[in-house]
């Protein structure tokens, strides 16, 4: 090891002491010699580190040394590159404008053979979703920073309009949303107030009574007092008897971030018991226990009784068969339209948007060989399909609505989707049923456990 290296790594080993450790101690876990260690602590000294200590007595290294940059290794060059360009990218024009700063101050002081290092685009950050934020960013960690109150005008997801006074506790920067985590005082509880909803806020001078590093320990308890996999709701729908098939253990495996949401939906229809599973993408959702119920592990899955079903699509037709009481599938002889839009959503709308919201499209030498042709064929297919109708397949409401209508309404949120006033629509006579506001509320929840637990 250069001895360079070896000064890194025992400055890495002193900032995770918080009390003296001996000489001894310290060559030993570093690998040298008892005199070889007084060298380097002299060494390190003399560079600005705050080591108090003496042979005999001990070292610890004091807070507020900062490591050289030219002591990063390529790999923690490319963890800050891709993390500073993330922030400059998702984050509001404080942030953006601090992490290229950063970044351009390192750059500065790098050795020669990694001065070139932060402008190389091999790690690219992508678009992503783009959502607007209503709320002032720079306002709401101001206020973070400074521990003081809030005063904002909140809509919520059904259009509802408040205003309240929150004392901030934390702001979450996730892929489609950042989120305000606050105690409300009009609910006397802590609640996640999505940015983008924050229609105005206002800093007060009055501070909360409680410290921020308090309030958000409470609020950590508050969100991990819940179970990940526990029963949803107990509602029976009417005519179900025991013993038969809509007896049996229904079980949905999801994530918040998922298409779960769609089967959710569906299942808030039919109003029977059923449990949720929670799979985590990094850990559960790859375990041998997940993919013993899907090989691709992937989400959504049910498991009803002995039945597997994996596939948005195929579950939300299988559900509406074993649940006939909900009514969410027409008769036999009158499902022409209810598979053909149903199927078509999943075949050719999503792998459509999919591709399309990533700048790709067929060439029309190649569409052939796509299952969708183009994306202008399946937008105007599925345009003049559900134009001047309130349900695609009929005139009542089935499970391919849940999928149709799931597909445009993301579509549209995200920008995946073009506006037209057909689907703004359609989507408008579906989106405020109020068994989709109990997904969606029930599905926030989770996200919220899920998105701020400890790692």
């Given at each position: 090891m250069s001895r360079a290296g070896r000064l890194f790594e025992l400055l890495q080993i002193l900032r995770g002491r918080r009390r003296p450790v001996s000489g001894a101690e310290l060559a030993r876990e570093a690998g040298v010699s008892l005199r070889t260690l007084y060298r380097d602590i002299a060494a390190l000294q003399a560079m600005g580190a705050e080591i108090e200590g003496e042979p005999g007595v001990g070292y610890v290294l004091r807070p507020g040394f900062l490591l050289p940059p030219l002591m990063f290794s390529e790999e923690e060059l490319e963890a800050l590159e891709l993390g500073a360009n993330w922030v400059a990218r998702r984050t509001d024009d404080g942030l953006s404008h601090a992490?290229?700063?950063?970044?351009?101050?390192?750059?500065?002081?790098?050795?020669?053979?990694?001065?070139?290092?932060?402008?190389?685009?091999?790690?690219?950050?992508?678009?992503?979703?783009?959502?607007?934020?209503?709320?002032?960013?720079?306002?709401?960690?101001?206020?973070?920073?400074?521990?003081?109150?809030?005063?904002?005008?909140?809509?919520?997801?059904?259009?509802?309009?408040?205003?309240?006074?929150?004392?901030?506790?934390?702001?979450?920067?996730?892929?489609?949303?950042?989120?305000?985590?606050?105690?409300?005082?009009?609910?006397?509880?802590?609640?996640?107030?999505?940015?983008?909803?924050?229609?105005?806020?206002?800093?007060?001078?009055?501070?909360?009574?409680?410290?921020?590093?308090?309030?958000?320990?409470?609020?950590?308890?508050?969100?991990?007092?819940?179970?990940?996999?526990?029963?949803?709701?107990?509602?029976?729908?009417?005519?179900?008897?025991?013993?038969?098939?809509?007896?049996?253990?229904?079980?949905?495996?999801?994530?918040?971030?998922?298409?779960?949401?769609?089967?959710h939906w569906l299942l808030e229809e039919i109003g029977a018991p059923f449990s949720i599973a929670v799979e985590d993408y990094g850990t559960t959702i790859k375990a041998p226990e997940f993919l013993a119920i899907n090989p691709m592990g992937k989400v959504p899955a049910i498991r009803h009784g002995d039945t597997i079903v994996t596939e948005s699509a195929a579950i939300c037709a299988y559900l509406a068969d074993a649940f006939p009481q909900a009514g969410l599938a027409p008769p036999p002889a009158e499902r022409g339209a209810y598979y053909r839009w149903l199927f078509f959503a999943a075949g050719c709308v999503e792998p459509a948007m999919s591709n399309h919201s990533v700048g790709w499209d067929p060439a029309a030498d190649m569409q052939r060989r796509f299952g969708y042709g183009c994306y202008a064929a399946v937008v105007d297919t599925l345009a003049a399909a559900v134009a001047g109708r309130r349900y695609i397949a009929g005139d009542a409401f089935s499970a391919a609505d849940v999928y149709v209508g799931s597909m445009i309404g993301f579509g549209l949120r995200f920008g995946a989707l073009e506006k037209r006033p057909e689907f703004e629509a359609y989507w408008a006579g579906l989106e405020n049923r109020p068994a989709r506001l109990r997904a969606l509320e029930q599905n926030e929840a989770l996200a919220s456990r899920q998105a701020w637990a400890p790692a």
């Open positions: 992490a290229r700063s950063a970044m351009a101050k390192i750059a500065a002081v790098l050795p020669q053979r990694l001065r070139t290092r932060p402008q190389d685009d091999a790690l690219i950050v992508g678009a992503g979703w783009r959502t607007a934020q209503a709320g002032e960013l720079t306002l709401l960690r101001r206020a973070l920073r400074e521990e003081r109150k809030l005063t904002i005008s909140y809509s919520d997801g059904k259009g509802a309009r408040t205003r309240r006074i929150v004392w901030p506790v934390a702001l979450g920067f996730f892929e489609s949303a950042r989120v305000l985590v606050a105690w409300c005082e009009l609910r006397g509880d802590f609640r996640h107030f999505r940015a983008d909803r924050i229609e105005a806020a206002e800093m007060l001078d009055e501070r909360p009574p409680r410290r921020r590093h308090a309030l958000q320990k409470d609020w950590r308890r508050s969100i991990l007092t819940e179970s990940d996999s526990a029963p949803v709701y107990g509602r029976s729908i009417s005519g179900q008897t025991k013993g038969d098939s809509m007896s049996d253990e229904l079980i949905l495996y999801t994530n918040p971030q998922s298409r779960g949401m769609i089967v």
